[in-house]
C-alpha cells in the first residue's frame, strides 16, 4: 500500500506564498506520476499540477500557470507545490496524488487517472 502525507498548508495573506510538501511511503515513489489537486467547499476536486517520475514533464491548471511550480526530490520520496502570488480563490484542500504506472511521462489531470491520495492539507488565503 501507499502512503501520501502532506503538509505545509496555512493561512497566507494574498500575494503571498507557500510550499507544500507530500511524503510517499509503500512503494518506489521514483517510478511514478504524482500531481496536485484542490478543492474548495461546494466544488468539485480541480487539477492543479503534475509531474512525471523523471521530473522531465509537467503540466498545470490554467488557473495557477505562471504562479504555482511542482517539484520532486525522489532522493526524499516526496513530491512539492510551491505557491506563489497566491489569491483569495486559491482557498482549498490540496492533495496530492500517486498514478502508479511506472516510468510514464503521461501527466493526466483527471483525478481517476490517480490511484492514492493524502488526506489533504488546507490552504486559506485572505483578502
Known amino acids: 500500500q501507499v502512503q501520501l502525507v502532506e503538509s505545509g498548508g496555512g493561512l497566507v495573506q494574498a500575494g503571498g506564498s507557500l510550499r507544500l510538501s507530500c511524503a510517499a511511503s509503500g512503494r518506489t515513489f521514483s517510478l511514478y506520476t504524482m500531481g496536485w489537486f484542490r478543492q474548495a467547499p461546494g466544488k468539485e476536486r480541480q487539477f492543479v499540477a503534475a509531474?512525471?517520475?523523471?521530473?522531465?514533464?509537467?503540466s498545470y491548471g490554467d488557473s495557477v500557470k505562471g504562479r504555482f511550480t511542482i517539484s520532486r526530490d525522489n532522493a526524499k520520496n516526496t513530491v512539492y507545490l510551491q505557491m506563489n502570488s497566491l489569491k483569495p480563490e486559491d482557498t482549498a484542500v490540496y492533495y496530492c496524488g500517486l498514478r502508479v504506472t511506472p516510468y510514464s511521462a503521461y501527466v493526466p489531470r483527471g483525478q481517476n487517472e490517480y490511484n492514492y491520495w493524502g488526506q489533504g492539507t488546507q490552504v486559506t488565503v485572505s483578502s
Open positions: 509531474i512525471s517520475w523523471s521530473g522531465g514533464t509537467t
